[in-house]
């Protein structure tokens, strides 16, 4: 997960954190601060690693000054009676595109967003994009 809104949103689905690295100076940021204090609430939460300025940005992206390696959930398949419709995306190839349907998808009340070829639902671009909701909904 990179940046702290997607991490955020990782720790309101519960998911476990197994890792966390954060770049010097950015646990000063507000929004790294309110991830790590969230963090540490957590039992059995990892303590994070501090890294270089800059060394997220080379291998993570759009870091933001925190990238954390967490539990991918287990497939949570819907079923008619948990909901009124899934989101199906058919070779959607853009992960950024991925993300923002993901959104929507959330948004509209979806049960479940099936992803059939294309962009990588758990890679790292779609997890950006998706802002914190990726976990919010069963993606498969």
């Known amino acids: 997960m990179e940046g702290p809104t997607a991490i955020s949103g990782a720790l309101d689905a519960a998911i476990v ?3 966390i690295y ?7 940021r507000p929004p790294v601060a309110a991830v ?7 039992d059995g939460a990892p303590h994070p690693w501090e890294v270089p300025a800059g060394v997220l940005e080379r291998i993570a992206g759009a870091a933001q000054g925190v990238v954390a390696i967490v539990e991918e959930p287990a497939p949570d398949w819907p079923t008619p009676d948990r909901c009124r419709f899934v989101l199906v995306l058919v070779d959607v190839a853009d992960p950024g595109n991925v993300g923002t349907l993901v959104r929507a998808a959330v948004a509209s ?3 479940a967003v099936i992803v059939v070829g294309g962009a990588d639902p758990m890679g790292p671009k779609v997890l950006r ?3 914190g909701t990726a976990f919010l909904v069963p993606v498969l």
């Open 17 to 19: 954190v197994q890792e």
């Open 36 to 42: 790590l204090a969230r963090l540490a609430t957590v």
């Open 22 to 28: 954060v770049e010097d100076g950015a646990a000063d």
């Open 129 to 131: 994009t998706a802002a």
């Open 109 to 111: 009340g979806a049960g």
